[in-house]
T-cell receptor, first 112, second 114 residues
Framework: DGGITQSPKYLFRKEGQNVTLSCEQN?????MYWYRQDPGQGLRLIYY???????QKGDIAEGYSVSREKKESFPLTVTSAQKNPTAFYLC???????????FGSGTQLSVL | AQTVTQSQPEMSVQEAETVTLSCTYD???????LFWYKQPPSRQMILVIR??????QNATENRFSVNFQKAAKSFSLKISDSQLGDTAMYFC???????????FGTGTSLTVIP
């Protein structure tokens, strides 16, 4: 069953807590992305990675961190420095330049 | 910097009718890619159609077609014979030819009325 798996589906964060969102893919795609979706604002890029052990900041990287130790995995940590983390987070991959994005099913993060 | 504008936050269409969603973009690049994605209430993002800017022919996928006007930097999506399952948020997206960063519009919420 090929695709992109995001977990958990729902996540709650307490004040001052770091939380990690998981993204795993078995599509053998090199590039992986993290997007944040807020109502009325479309998708905004947080981080992306084109190869293992390398990643670049997107437009809204402040308060977030990532790692890419394996081709299959690109976890996103929402740190306590992110003061407004409530949003829907989407992980995506693509096979190469110019090709479409494949998306996971998303994680809804809320603040307690 | 690239920007993508969707000026219609909400639209509705009667079942079986045709509707057009608009998208404009701003870029200094001459080669790039354009996409329309659909996000139904399940929130799963699904590719609707892809257009290569260096191809003059407008892309089509069954009931979905685009009107790509490169000089005007316009990329509208036409949905023919609208079905209830077309109810979704639709996002226009831009990708530079040399880069790997997608730029998304703010979306148009389409409701198909039975």
């Amino acid at each position: 069953d090929g695709g992109i798996t995001q977990s958990p589906k729902y996540l709650f964060r307490k004040e001052g807590q770091n939380v990690t969102l998981s993204c795993e893919q078995n599509l053998n795609h090199d590039a992986m992305y993290w997007y944040r979706q807020d109502p009325g604002q479309g998708l905004r890029l947080i981080y992306y990675s084109q190869i293992v052990n390398d990643f670049q900041k997107g437009d809204i990287a402040e308060g977030y961190s990532v790692s890419r130790e394996k081709k299959e995995s690109f976890p996103l940590t929402v740190t306590s420095a992110q003061k407004n983390p409530t949003a829907f987070y989407l992980c995506a991959t693509n096979v190469g330049r110019g090709e479409k994005l494949f998306f996971g099913s998303g994680t809804q993060l809320s603040v307690l | 910097a690239q920007t993508v504008t969707q000026s219609q936050p909400e639209m509705s269409v009667q079942e079986a009718e045709t509707v057009t969603l608009s998208c404009t973009y701003d870029t200094s690049e001459s080669n790039y890619y354009l996409f329309w994605y659909k996000q139904p209430p399940s929130r799963q993002m699904i590719l609707v159609i892809r257009q290569e800017a260096y191809k003059q022919q407008n892309a089509t996928e069954n009931r979905f077609s685009v009107n790509f006007q490169k000089a005007a930097k316009s990329f509208s999506l036409k949905i023919s014979d609208s079905q209830l399952g077309d109810t979704a948020m639709y996002f226009c997206a831009f990708l530079t030819f040399t880069g790997n960063q997608f730029y998304f519009g703010t979306g148009t919420s389409l409701t198909v009325i039975p």
